[in-house]
C-alpha cells in the first residue's frame, strides 16, 4: 500500500541554521511527491512538489529531490528563519487506479521552531 | 484568489448534539477531501469525492458521520450524535485531479469542541 514516514519532531533550531526533515514513502506505483506547511490557525498549504524521479522541488528557499531509488523526498533549507516556525507535512498522491487515484497521503507531520 | 471555503470556523456544541460542516471547493476542482486533525491521531482522511461521488469514506465512523455534495459548489459533513472524542480542527480540501497527481488546496478548517 502507500504510506509515508517523516521525522519526529519537534525540530528546534536557531536562526540561520540547515535544517533537514526527513521524509520516505512506500507506494505501489510512481506517485507525486508534496510538502505542504501548516502555519499556527490555518489550514495546509503546498510548499513544493515533484512529479517524478529526480525532479527537485523549490520554494521560498526550501529544496525537496525525488529519489525512487531510496523512496525518500527530504525537506531542506540552508537558513532557517524565524517566520518558518510551522508544522510541515510530506505527503504522497497516488496515480495507481480505481479509488485510490489521486489520493493524498500524508506524514505525521514534523513541527518546527525557530529561535531567534 | 480562490480558496476554498470552510464554514464555520469554530463550533461549540454540547453531546449529542447534530454538527453539520459545510465546504465550498475551488470553481472547476473535481476532487473534495476532508481531512480530521487531532494533536493524538494527526491528520486523518475521512472522505474523498471525485465528480461528487464518493470514492473513499472508510476512515469516517459509519454510525454517526456521513459526507455530501449536494452540488458541485457545497460539500457537508456532519456528525450526528455528537460526541467529546469528535473534538477535533476538520479540514476540507479540494483539487483537480490531474494524470500527474491532486494537488490539494485546504480551507481554514473547523474547530469542533464537543463539551
Known amino acids: 500500500g502507500n504510506s509515508v514516514t517523516q521525522m519526529e519532531g519537534p525540530v528546534t533550531l536557531s536562526e540561520e541554521a540547515f535544517l533537514t526533515i526527513n521524509c520516505t514513502y512506500t507506494?505501489?506505483?510512481?506517485?507525486?511527491l508534496f510538502w505542504y506547511v501548516q502555519y499556527p490557525g490555518e489550514g495546509l498549504q503546498l510548499l513544493l512538489k515533484a512529479t517524478k524521479a529526480d525532479d527537485k522541488g523549490s520554494n521560498k528557499g526550501f529544496e525537496a529531490t525525488y529519489r525512487k531509488e531510496t523512496t525518500s523526498f527530504h525537506l531542506e533549507k540552508g537558513s532557517v528563519q524565524v517566520s518558518d516556525s510551522a508544522v510541515y507535512f510530506c505527503?504522497?498522491?497516488?496515480?495507481?487506479?480505481?479509488?485510490?487515484?489521486?489520493?493524498?497521503?500524508f506524514g505525521r507531520g514534523t513541527q518546527l521552531t525557530v529561535w531567534p | 484568489d480562490a480558496r476554498v471555503t470552510q464554514t464555520p470556523r469554530d463550533k461549540v456544541t454540547e453531546m449529542g448534539q447534530e454538527v453539520t460542516m459545510r465546504c465550498q471547493p475551488i470553481?472547476?476542482?473535481?476532487?473534495v477531501f476532508w481531512y480530521r486533525q487531532t494533536m493524538m491521531q494527526g491528520l486523518e482522511l475521512l472522505a474523498y469525492f471525485r465528480n461528487r461521488a464518493p470514492l473513499d469514506d472508510s476512515g469516517m465512523p459509519k454510525d454517526r458521520f456521513s459526507a455530501e455534495m449536494p452540488d458541485a459548489t457545497l460539500a457537508t459533513l456532519k456528525i450526528q450524535p455528537s460526541e467529546p472524542r469528535d473534538s477535533a480542527v476538520y479540514f476540507c480540501?479540494?483539487?483537480?485531479?490531474?494524470?500527474?497527481?491532486?494537488?490539494?488546496?485546504f480551507g481554514q478548517g473547523t474547530r469542533l469542541t464537543v463539551v
Open positions: 507506494a505501489t506505483g510512481y506517485p507525486s
Open positions: 480540501a479540494s483539487g483537480a485531479q490531474r494524470r500527474d497527481g491532486t494537488e490539494a488546496f
Open positions: 470553481l472547476g476542482h473535481n476532487t
Open positions: 505527503a504522497l498522491s497516488d496515480h495507481g487506479r480505481g479509488s485510490t487515484l489521486g489520493r493524498l497521503y
